[in-house]
């Protein structure tokens, strides 16, 4: 016998029907422009929590004025990164906010609403 207000679930039952309707969209993500100017730079790229720290995973590119750019699609969140350039971590010098890491430096934050 079944607790009052429950109802067992058959094999031919289809528990998302129960809540179609109801859930609410993925958040959707955003384009962030990641940029730096490093003219002297050969290769640029930026890491971060988005893409676990992976230093190759998303390269920039240069412009005629020495600006490294890229855009990289992100959800709403709360990322922490740095850049990458000529196989050295760099500080993003436009950051607002910052926070230590375990290498004593920095990590740049990034909120994406």
Not at 47 to 70: E, H, I
Not at 74 to 81: A, M, T
Not at 98 to 107: A, C, D, L, S
């Amino acid at each position: 016998m079944s607790p009052q207000g429950v109802t067992p679930s058959s094999p031919t039952s289809k528990p998302w029907e129960k809540f179609q309707g109801t859930q609410t969209a993925p958040p959707q993500e955003k384009q962030v422009e990641f940029s730096l100017f490093a003219p002297q730079a050969k290769s640029v790229g930026v890491s971060g929590t988005f893409n676990r720290w992976n230093p190759v995973a998303f390269s920039l590119k240069k412009d005629l004025q020495g600006n490294w750019r890229g855009s990289i699609p992100l959800k709403p969140g709360r990322y922490q990164y740095r850049f990458f350039v000529d196989g050295k971590w760099a500080d993003d010098p436009k950051a607002k906010q910052t926070v230590p890491n375990e290498f004593g430096t920095k990590n740049a934050i990034l909120e994406v609403k």
